[in-house]
Protein backbone atom coordinates (compact mmCIF):
# COMPACT_ATOMS: atom_id res chain seq x y z
CA UNK A 1 0.00 0.00 0.00
CA UNK A 2 2.63 2.48 -0.29
CA UNK A 3 2.89 5.46 1.80
CA UNK A 4 -1.01 4.55 2.84
CA UNK A 5 0.98 1.59 4.84
CA UNK A 6 3.57 3.69 5.87
CA UNK A 7 1.06 6.16 7.65
CA UNK A 8 -0.90 3.82 9.16
CA UNK A 9 1.45 2.29 12.71
CA UNK A 10 1.29 -0.61 14.94
CA UNK A 11 -1.04 -2.17 12.36
CA UNK A 12 -3.83 -0.05 13.02
CA UNK A 13 -6.71 0.58 10.01
CA UNK A 14 -5.65 3.18 7.57
CA UNK A 15 -8.32 6.21 8.68
CA UNK A 16 -9.53 8.08 5.87
CA UNK A 17 -13.22 9.09 5.93
CA UNK A 18 -14.61 10.45 2.93
CA UNK A 19 -15.55 14.43 4.12
CA UNK A 20 -15.84 15.92 0.68
CA UNK A 21 -18.88 17.46 1.72
CA UNK A 22 -17.95 18.02 5.58
CA UNK A 23 -14.60 20.42 4.06
CA UNK A 24 -16.46 22.13 2.20
CA UNK A 25 -18.88 23.49 4.83
CA UNK A 26 -16.53 23.86 7.19
CA UNK A 27 -14.18 26.03 5.01
CA UNK A 28 -17.46 27.66 3.81
CA UNK A 29 -16.60 26.98 -0.15
CA UNK A 30 -19.37 26.02 -2.61
CA UNK A 31 -18.92 23.67 -5.34
CA UNK A 32 -18.33 26.10 -8.38
CA UNK A 33 -15.39 27.57 -6.34
CA UNK A 34 -13.77 23.97 -5.27
CA UNK A 35 -14.08 22.09 -8.76
CA UNK A 36 -12.79 25.31 -10.62
CA UNK A 37 -9.68 25.99 -8.34
CA UNK A 38 -7.42 23.47 -8.24
CA UNK A 39 -5.52 25.30 -5.10
CA UNK A 40 -8.26 26.49 -3.66
CA UNK A 41 -9.57 22.80 -2.89
CA UNK A 42 -6.23 21.64 -1.85
CA UNK A 43 -6.22 24.29 0.59
CA UNK A 44 -9.89 22.95 1.67
CA UNK A 45 -8.54 19.83 2.12
CA UNK A 46 -5.30 20.44 3.71
CA UNK A 47 -7.53 22.03 6.45
CA UNK A 48 -9.45 18.82 6.67
CA UNK A 49 -6.80 16.87 6.55
CA UNK A 50 -4.87 18.74 9.43
CA UNK A 51 -8.43 19.10 11.41
CA UNK A 52 -8.91 15.19 11.60
CA UNK A 53 -5.40 14.24 11.53
CA UNK A 54 -6.19 11.93 8.63
CA UNK A 55 -4.11 9.42 7.26
CA UNK A 56 -4.97 10.25 3.48
CA UNK A 57 -7.61 12.53 1.93
CA UNK A 58 -9.48 12.06 -1.05
CA UNK A 59 -8.90 14.62 -3.83
CA UNK A 60 -12.26 13.80 -5.64
CA UNK A 61 -15.67 12.35 -4.71
CA UNK A 62 -18.06 13.73 -7.53
CA UNK A 63 -20.37 10.09 -8.83
CA UNK A 64 -20.91 12.19 -11.52
CA UNK A 65 -17.23 13.50 -12.82
CA UNK A 66 -16.93 10.88 -15.29
CA UNK A 67 -20.57 11.72 -17.35
CA UNK A 68 -19.95 15.69 -16.61
CA UNK A 69 -16.68 14.71 -18.45
CA UNK A 70 -18.15 13.41 -21.34
CA UNK A 71 -20.53 15.96 -22.22
CA UNK A 72 -23.60 14.88 -19.97
CA UNK A 73 -25.04 18.23 -18.58
CA UNK A 74 -25.15 17.97 -14.99
CA UNK A 75 -27.00 20.97 -12.93
CA UNK A 76 -25.43 21.01 -9.09
CA UNK A 77 -26.35 22.84 -5.93
CA UNK A 78 -23.93 24.60 -3.88
CA UNK A 79 -22.30 21.44 -2.48
CA UNK A 80 -22.16 20.18 -5.56
CA UNK A 81 -25.18 17.74 -5.70
CA UNK A 82 -26.84 17.35 -8.72
CA UNK A 83 -30.10 19.28 -8.50
CA UNK A 84 -32.00 18.05 -11.60
CA UNK A 85 -31.70 14.57 -13.33
CA UNK A 86 -29.31 14.93 -16.62
CA UNK A 87 -30.68 14.84 -19.64
CA UNK A 88 -29.00 11.72 -21.59
CA UNK A 89 -26.56 12.22 -24.16
CA UNK A 90 -27.01 10.53 -27.68
CA UNK A 91 -23.11 10.11 -28.63
CA UNK A 92 -20.10 9.71 -26.57
CA UNK A 93 -16.20 11.14 -27.27
CA UNK A 94 -13.28 9.31 -27.46
CA UNK A 95 -12.14 7.79 -24.21
CA UNK A 96 -9.30 10.25 -24.47
CA UNK A 97 -11.36 13.27 -24.65
CA UNK A 98 -13.13 12.37 -21.83
CA UNK A 99 -9.82 12.08 -19.76
CA UNK A 100 -8.47 15.14 -21.32
CA UNK A 101 -11.91 17.16 -20.43
CA UNK A 102 -12.11 19.73 -17.80
CA UNK A 103 -13.17 17.98 -14.93
CA UNK A 104 -10.67 14.83 -14.93
CA UNK A 105 -7.44 17.51 -15.63
CA UNK A 106 -9.12 19.24 -12.35
CA UNK A 107 -8.91 16.58 -10.47
CA UNK A 108 -5.18 15.25 -11.39
CA UNK A 109 -3.83 19.27 -10.82
CA UNK A 110 -5.58 18.10 -7.29
CA UNK A 111 -3.55 14.84 -6.87
CA UNK A 112 -0.34 15.99 -8.26
CA UNK A 113 -0.71 19.06 -5.44
CA UNK A 114 -1.71 16.77 -2.69
CA UNK A 115 1.19 14.15 -3.44
CA UNK A 116 2.78 14.89 0.00
CA UNK A 117 6.93 16.35 0.46
CA UNK A 118 6.84 15.03 3.58
CA UNK A 119 6.17 12.48 6.08
CA UNK A 120 3.45 15.24 7.67
CA UNK A 121 1.11 15.06 4.87
CA UNK A 122 -1.40 12.62 3.84
CA UNK A 123 -1.23 11.25 0.32
CA UNK A 124 -4.31 11.50 -2.34
CA UNK A 125 -7.06 9.23 -3.06
CA UNK A 126 -8.75 9.13 -5.88
CA UNK A 127 -12.47 8.04 -7.08
CA UNK A 128 -14.04 7.05 -10.11
CA UNK A 129 -17.57 5.73 -11.04
CA UNK A 130 -17.97 2.50 -12.16
CA UNK A 131 -20.79 -0.24 -12.79
CA UNK A 132 -24.21 -0.09 -13.55
CA UNK A 133 -23.77 3.72 -11.89
CA UNK A 134 -21.45 4.44 -14.82
CA UNK A 135 -22.91 2.77 -17.46
CA UNK A 136 -26.23 4.41 -16.57
CA UNK A 137 -25.18 7.85 -17.06
CA UNK A 138 -23.39 7.09 -20.17
CA UNK A 139 -26.44 5.65 -21.55
CA UNK A 140 -28.75 7.40 -23.64
CA UNK A 141 -31.42 4.62 -23.07
CA UNK A 142 -32.26 4.85 -19.59
CA UNK A 143 -32.94 0.47 -19.62
CA UNK A 144 -29.22 -0.01 -20.61
CA UNK A 145 -27.97 -1.13 -17.09
CA UNK A 146 -30.96 -3.66 -16.68
CA UNK A 147 -30.19 -5.01 -20.02
CA UNK A 148 -26.42 -5.35 -19.10
CA UNK A 149 -27.60 -7.45 -15.95
CA UNK A 150 -29.50 -9.59 -17.33
CA UNK A 151 -27.07 -10.34 -20.23
CA UNK A 152 -24.58 -10.54 -17.09
CA UNK A 153 -26.72 -13.26 -16.01
CA UNK A 154 -26.65 -15.48 -19.35
CA UNK A 155 -29.49 -13.31 -21.15
CA UNK A 156 -28.81 -12.27 -24.59
CA UNK A 157 -26.36 -8.90 -25.16
CA UNK A 158 -27.38 -7.13 -27.43
CA UNK A 159 -24.05 -5.18 -29.42
CA UNK A 160 -24.80 -1.59 -28.09
CA UNK A 161 -25.09 -2.80 -24.95
CA UNK A 162 -22.03 -4.64 -25.20
CA UNK A 163 -20.41 -1.59 -26.47
CA UNK A 164 -21.34 0.84 -23.64
CA UNK A 165 -19.82 -1.57 -21.22
CA UNK A 166 -16.85 -2.51 -23.27
CA UNK A 167 -16.61 1.71 -23.65
CA UNK A 168 -17.44 2.14 -19.42
CA UNK A 169 -14.46 -0.55 -18.84
CA UNK A 170 -12.27 1.27 -20.77
CA UNK A 171 -12.86 4.97 -19.65
CA UNK A 172 -12.09 3.47 -15.77
CA UNK A 173 -9.21 2.25 -16.75
CA UNK A 174 -7.84 5.03 -18.39
CA UNK A 175 -9.00 7.36 -15.53
CA UNK A 176 -7.19 4.89 -13.11
CA UNK A 177 -4.34 4.99 -15.11
CA UNK A 178 -4.13 8.76 -15.38
CA UNK A 179 -4.99 8.89 -11.35
CA UNK A 180 -2.37 6.60 -10.52
CA UNK A 181 0.29 8.18 -12.80
CA UNK A 182 -0.27 11.17 -11.26
CA UNK A 183 0.15 10.23 -7.92
CA UNK A 184 -2.90 9.12 -5.95
CA UNK A 185 -1.82 6.31 -3.01
CA UNK A 186 -5.34 4.46 -3.40
CA UNK A 187 -8.61 4.18 -5.40
CA UNK A 188 -11.99 3.98 -3.96
CA UNK A 189 -14.41 2.67 -6.78
CA UNK A 190 -18.32 4.20 -6.35
CA UNK A 191 -21.35 2.25 -7.00
CA UNK A 192 -23.85 4.84 -5.86
CA UNK A 193 -26.95 3.73 -7.23
CA UNK A 194 -29.37 2.82 -4.58
CA UNK A 195 -30.25 -0.89 -4.94
CA UNK A 196 -27.80 -1.28 -8.26
CA UNK A 197 -27.97 -4.88 -10.28
CA UNK A 198 -24.60 -5.45 -10.18
CA UNK A 199 -23.69 -6.05 -13.65
CA UNK A 200 -19.94 -4.94 -13.38
CA UNK A 201 -17.37 -6.20 -11.39
CA UNK A 202 -16.22 -8.83 -14.05
CA UNK A 203 -16.23 -5.93 -16.83
CA UNK A 204 -14.24 -3.89 -14.24
CA UNK A 205 -11.54 -6.27 -12.81
CA UNK A 206 -8.43 -4.63 -14.47
CA UNK A 207 -8.89 -1.89 -12.05
CA UNK A 208 -7.83 -3.61 -9.25
CA UNK A 209 -5.27 -5.45 -11.41
CA UNK A 210 -4.05 -2.12 -11.87
CA UNK A 211 -4.08 -1.55 -8.17
CA UNK A 212 -1.60 -4.36 -7.77
CA UNK A 213 0.63 -2.95 -10.55
CA UNK A 214 0.68 0.03 -8.38
CA UNK A 215 0.49 -0.91 -5.18
CA UNK A 216 -2.20 0.70 -4.34
CA UNK A 217 -5.47 -0.34 -2.27
CA UNK A 218 -8.73 -0.74 -4.11
CA UNK A 219 -11.73 -0.38 -2.47
CA UNK A 220 -14.85 -0.63 -3.28
CA UNK A 221 -17.41 1.92 -2.24
CA UNK A 222 -21.54 1.27 -2.57
CA UNK A 223 -24.91 1.09 -0.56
CA UNK A 224 -25.04 -2.59 -1.36
CA UNK A 225 -22.97 -5.05 1.14
CA UNK A 226 -19.97 -5.95 -0.73
CA UNK A 227 -21.41 -10.03 0.75
CA UNK A 228 -24.33 -9.39 -2.25
CA UNK A 229 -22.18 -8.32 -4.65
CA UNK A 230 -20.01 -11.44 -5.50
CA UNK A 231 -17.03 -10.15 -4.44
CA UNK A 232 -14.50 -12.50 -3.07
Known amino acids: MGSLRDRAKGGRPVFAPIVF ?41 DPWLEAEAAGVPVERDELGQVSEQPRRVESLPSVQDVVQAGPVQNTLEIIRRLVPTDNASAPPLASITVGASLVDRLSADADSASRLSAGHSGGALPKADADLLEYASELAINL ?15 QDLENPDLIDIDAFEGLFNLGAYYDVPVVFVSHTRVGETGLQ
Open 21 to 61: GLAMRLEQVDWQELSQSPSEAVFVLRSVERLFKLDAVCANF
Open 176 to 190: ARAYLDAGAAGLMLL
